[in-house]
């Protein structure tokens, strides 16, 4: 029996992705092996999987008001403390006292409130790495992205070994339909589809794939949708049954603090593939919303966030698709 849909990503890209699909019943399968900012620190320290993504998730999803909610959205501002998020550390005690970050990720989205189920793809921790079309391999994702071997990536493994959990696994094989949310494509969603046991349980899958905007320095360069489809359909052994890209420009300014970081918008064919729609999803910031993307402090983002998905937008496209 089919059991709503389950979402595969990371952190900003699969919250927004979340957020529109708004009372649809969901369950998000989030990666554990980023290594940078302020849950790598944690990694390191306490042994743990990487906790920021889901935390990015369970922060998005909490209802305003709701006091466990504000602790995930929180980070300290001042002294030594500066930069860190209160809900990495919520996260990270609770996997050690209830004994896996399964657990400590399920009572504490029941107590922000979330309506979604947001499960790390395994309890274990291990580097992803990727291999490069020269044969070289590099290890750790923010290695991965600060690379000047910009050589393509062929494929992600990890290092040791992971294995998705039991709960995963039953999410993705009772799943109505699969969405690949947007986010980093080999660090983030390759580092989940290349878990132990996740591409046969989405054997039988029906998967949409949500482009991204823009391209990732490290991960993405130079690369269109079609290429950005085709990474996916290696991961899987097979292609999406739906895609969506976006056809919209973000705001010009924007555009140009991407280009001095060498991002660029992931461009589309001029005649799709039949199995692609293309619409207009880009969303155009306010002041406020910019403000709100920003990152201060000791852990900063070591590239923009600024261009986003609009939620309304993105919700009609894929209520669309999965029609």
């Not at 009772?174 to 580092?191: E, M, N, R």
């Not at 589809?193 to 993405?220: C, D, E, F, H, S």
Request: aromatic letters at 4%.
């Amino acid at each position: 029996m089919r059991k709503g849909v389950v979402t595969i990503g990371g952190g900003t890209g699969q919250a927004a992705t979340l957020a529109a699909l708004a009372g649809v019943p969901a369950t998000a399968v989030v990666g554990v092996t980023d290594d940078g900012g302020h849950s790598g620190s944690l990694r390191r320290l306490l042994g743990i999987p990487q906790v920021g993504d889901l935390r990015s998730c369970l922060a998005h999803l909490a209802p305003a008001g709701n006091p466990v909610g504000d602790l995930l959205r929180h980070r300290f501002t001042q002294g030594s403390l500066e930069g860190t998020a209160t809900g990495n550390l919520m996260l990270a005690a609770l996997a050690l006292e209830r004994g896996s970050l399964t657990r400590a990720a399920i009572e504490l989205g029941k107590g922000a409130g979330v309506a979604a189920r947001v499960l790390p793809v395994s309890d274990a921790s291990a580097a992803v790495c990727a291999e490069l079309a020269d044969g070289k391999v590099v290890k750790g994702e923010w290695a991965i992205i600060g690379r000047r071997n910009l050589s393509p990536i062929v494929r992600v493994f990890h290092e040791p070994a992971l294995s998705a959990t039991r709960e995963v696994l039953n999410a993705l094989r009772h799943a109505s339909a699969v969405v690949i949310c947007p986010g980093s494509l080999w660090t983030g969603i390759g580092s989940v589809l290349a878990a132990r046991g996740v591409r046969a349980a989405l054997a039988k899958a029906r998967i949409v794939y949500v482009a991204n905007l823009m391209t990732q320095p490290g991960q993405t360069d130079g690369m269109d949708a079609a290429a950005h489809e085709a990474a996916i359909a290696r991961m899987l052994g097979r292609r999406p049954d739906a895609v969506l890209v976006n056809t919209g420009l973000p705001p010009a300014a924007l555009l140009r603090l991407y280009a001095r970081h060498e991002s660029a918008p992931v461009l589309i064919p001029a005649v799709l593939p039949p199995h692609w729609i293309a619409r207009d999803l880009t969303e155009g910031p306010s002041a406020d919303a910019l403000r709100r993307y920003a990152r201060a402090g000791r852990f900063r983002r070591q590239w923009p966030h600024f261009i986003r998905h609009d939620l309304k937008k993105l919700g009609r496209g894929l209520r669309a698709l999965m029609r």
